[in-house]
């Protein structure tokens, strides 16, 4: 196994409000090492997006990191200077975002937004810097790059645009992205592409990749491993077949019930009944209790942490291994 790139323990991330503090991450922690596509799932306010902001540093106020440790190649970042975490941010740390109009500035062509960030953060001169942005924009499948490097964010497609954000996120050659549901905006086939294209990229260029999604699909296609949140804990995490065919968490099960099968004729999706609970009723014991259809005394009481459960590593109390029973001792005849 690689030394891990990026490492992540016990991250916390309040945010602080008249009516008291809410805990929004709590006691996240994960590796990801050089050339690994982890995945990141969950429902909408699980956490995901939050823990992809706090890696890369921008976290929006009143948003803090008020526990843990990330670090990069060993060192830790969760608490460098702006300026430094700004550096750090555009020539090791990449960043994909859902929306690409929110990564583009619309009053600049592409080309000039490439060949500035490419200029920021690496020893080149503006011709290089140029040649360089049109060699990404066709490696990210931009056609006819050396014409269309001058042209507008608003005079490309929506998928187009997120290629340049992808191209702009490779400029200064990172050795992690991050990505924020790069696909979400659009459609089918050429969310295929994107997913192709990172694929393809963290092949050849080896940078770790933390993939943001909701979608399993993405998951099952792109990533390595999955980490799967829920109220802002990691519910289970480990290699993405076995967390997609062999889950360990109840939420993880009825995640991978709700989706369509092809080789059924079921007519109804399960469902997984309730609703996440807000930051600021987050019940005792497991988040997922009151939604769980195996919930028993300890899991009102206790909070689990990740365990093993096979090849995943679960929070969940029905993975504890029950206890050995002695076996009754051999009479000994006189």
């Not at 020893?123 to 790059?145: D, N, Q, W, Y």
Request: glycine share 8%; charged share 20%.
């Amino acid at each position: 196994m690689a030394k891990p790139l990026l490492e992540v323990r016990h991250l916390r991330v309040e945010f602080p409000t008249r009516r008291g503090t809410l805990v929004a991450l709590d006691d996240v922690s994960f590796d990801i090492a050089p050339g690994e596509v982890l995945g990141v799932v969950g429902e909408s306010g699980a956490g995901k997006s939050l823990t992809g902001a706090s890696i890369i540093g921008l976290l929006e106020p009143p948003g803090r990191v008020a526990g843990g440790e990330i670090r990069f190649d060993g060192r830790r970042i969760d608490n460098l200077p702006y300026d430094e975490m700004r550096k750090l941010r555009g020539r090791h740390i990449g960043a994909i975002f859902q929306d690409p109009l929110t990564s583009l500035n619309p009053l600049y062509t592409i080309g000039r937004q490439l060949t500035e960030t490419i200029q920021t953060h690496l020893p080149v001169s503006a011709a290089e810097a140029r040649e360089r942005a049109i060699r990404l924009l066709e490696e990210t499948g931009i056609p006819a790059a050396a014409q269309r490097i001058d042209q507008y964010p608003h005079q490309f497609s929506g998928g187009m645009r997120q290629r340049v954000v992808i191209a702009l996120a490779l400029a200064a050659e990172p050795r992690l992205i991050v990505a924020d549901e790069p696909t979400t905006a659009l459609d089918v086939s050429i969310q295929a592409q994107i997913i192709s294209l990172i694929k393809r990229l963290c092949r050849e260029h080896g940078a770790a990749v933390m993939l943001v999604t909701h979608d399993m699909g993405v998951i099952a296609e792109t990533c390595d491993r999955v980490a799967v949140m829920y109220a802002g804990r990691i519910a289970e995490i480990g290699p993405v077949q076995d967390v997609i065919h062999a889950p360990a968490h109840p939420y993880t099960v009825g995640l991978m019930g709700s989706i369509p099968s092809m080789d059924s004729d079921r007519e109804r999706l399960l469902q997984i009944d309730g609703a996440m609970p807000r930051l600021n009723a987050i019940p005792p014991g497991c988040a997922f209790n009151p939604r769980c259809p195996h919930v028993f005394d300890r899991c009102l009481r206790d909070r689990p942490d990740l365990m093993d459960a096979g090849r995943t590593r679960a929070a969940c109390w029905r993975v504890v291994p029950a206890p050995a029973v002695a076996a009754p001792a051999t009479p000994v005849n006189a």
